[in-house]
């Protein structure tokens, strides 16, 4: 059981260029969700996903695209990357609400991105 | 919105020690997420609370959540360097929510 999978695990980025943070979660779990983890600032939400086809902004969403095609993987995009998103990033995976409460959130290891 | 304030802000303890990290909300909690992070690495789920009044442990970490649904904390007891690291509160926002507002994070230190 693989749980959350993030890749790639570091990226330096020109500003300018584009990437794609991928996530990926085998747990059949409805939620996904993207952080961004600055320091002395915590982890702060960028978009969330209920499910296949559907997408909401979080916090900070300006500068970043996600999409939701299938149950399993919630690609982040940074489309022309900026300084201000070096950060680490984190997926999150869980099963909806709706199955009960008190559902675990589970994350990946994180993204280390560098923005130059 | 929510806020989550966590205190200390930093600690460092002696091996052996107790300790207590703090996580206090601007609003009402509907489910709090305490996690570990060591430098470099995810974010480890260690408890969930969601009952005014719950308490849980795991092996030597105890979480409370006070009644009025505001106030958490997470004690460890007799400290051992495997504890090092980030503790990090995560509030659920919105009854049902499955998305977290985040406290700062804690660092904590244990020296032998």
């Known amino acids: 059981n693989a749980g959350v999978t993030q890749t790639p695990k570091f990226q330096v980025l020109k500003t300018g260029q584009s990437m794609t943070l991928q996530c990926a979660q085998d747990?059949?779990?409805?939620?996904m969700s993207w952080y961004r983890q600055d320091p002395g600032m915590g982890l702060r939400l960028i978009h969330y996903?209920?499910?296949?086809?559907?997408?909401d902004q979080g916090e900070v969403p300006n500068g970043y695209n996600v999409s939701r095609s299938t149950t399993e993987d919630f690609p982040l995009r940074l489309l022309s990357a900026a300084p201000s998103q070096t950060s680490v990033y984190f997926c999150?995976?869980?099963?909806?609400?709706?199955?009960?409460?008190?559902?675990?959130?589970?994350f990946g290891e994180g993204s280390w991105l560098t923005v130059v | 919105s929510q806020e989550l304030e966590q205190s200390p802000q930093s600690l460092i303890v002696q091996e052996g020690k107790n300790l207590t990290i703090n996580c206090t909300s601007s609003?009402?909690?509907?489910?709090l997420y305490w996690y570990k992070q060591k430098y470099g690495e995810g974010l480890i789920f260690l408890m969930m609370?969601?009952?005014?009044?719950e308490e849980k442990s795991h092996e030597k970490i105890t979480a409370k959540l006070d009644e009025k649904k505001q106030q958490s904390s997470l004690h460890i007891t007799a400290s051992q360097p495997s504890h090092a690291g980030i503790y990090l509160c995560g509030a659920v926002p919105i009854q049902g929510a499955q998305k977290l507002v985040f406290g700062q994070g804690t660092r904590l230190t244990i020296n032998p």
């Open positions: 609003k009402t909690l509907y489910g």
């Open positions: 999150a995976s869980s099963y909806s609400s709706f199955r009960g409460g008190g559902n675990t959130i589970y």
């Open positions: 996903s209920v499910g296949a086809g559907i997408t």
């Open positions: 609370l969601q009952k005014g009044g």
């Open positions: 747990m059949n779990h409805e939620y």
